[in-house]
DNA sequence: CGCGCAATGTTATACTATATCAGGGAGCCA
DNA sequence: TGGCTCCCTGATATAGTATAACATTGCGCG
């Protein structure tokens, strides 16, 4: 285990067992339980390799399980997984991808490739700090800044 | 603050009829016509004191010309607009507005409050610039940057 | 005139998201 | 044990956002 800092910001990325472990632990800290569903859910969530729409996730859940899935329900999982940071959502592509490292607390950004559709997150403490003192100097109460860039990743640049 | 652009960034926001006029001006430099229907798009664009969904702009449009428009023509409309720099897209809202300074071309951040609904457009070099380094650092070309601040306004702070 | 082209109309449909109420299981306490 | 509440999930309906596909109109031009 690497130290654990007041916040050292050793992002090396959660993945498998661990990651399912530190979601959990997320979600049980923040008082949300755990359910079948809901692990169900987070596994598919950590097995894609970009974002995908509630819906997507809705048919590989309803596969995973073999039985069909409401998207409703889907919603209200993810609705609570981006709450408790153990998901997040890229805004301009109404899709959802896991957090692999949900245990801290920061704004993200993503690099979106309209390309192959990956996106990579980010975490830039310099541009997060320079927006939120943008908006506070507009007397503006910063809760949940969106900062996503859509482009082209290097490998669809070619 | 160094203003290196080719232009002084003098950034006063247009209204009323010039704001028409530049509208106009910068759709036809893009190889756009300027027809009756996308000027009766744009005065409702125009009108709006907050970014307002293609539906609200569907229904707004069809009161102006009193018949029933089709979203379907709307939505074209306001993808050439945003297309041509002359109507702003938040994502995080799925909604649109008019850009009060269609001549000059750059990265916006949107600081969008969830209590009145209002967003306020701010222009801010420094951050565009750290953000497109940052996607350049991963190897990533940026093509349309996405910064948007959900939040509260002074007003609605209160 | 007849043709091509761009804009808009019309209709249908896909995709994204939420509301509402019903059912069912776990824990709790009399 | 029985009954109770609370939370999760299911089921269904509907609202809201966006695009596809083809028809029609009107205008400029040879």
Redesign the interface.
Known sequence: MASLAPHNHDHRKLAGAPLVTAARATMLAAGEQWTDMRAAVFDVLAGLDHPASAYAITDAVSKALGRRIAANSIYRILDLFVAANVALRV??ANAYLVNAHPECLHDC?F?V??GCGKA?H?D?E??SK???A??AA?????????????????AC?A
């Not at 507009?138 to 860039?149: D, Y």
């Open positions: 805004e301009s950004l690099l490739c309209d990579t980010v830039d310099a541009i320079q927006i939120r943008t908006a507009a007397g503006f109460r910063a809760e949940r800044p969106v900062i996503e860039v859509r482009g082209r990743c290097a640049c």
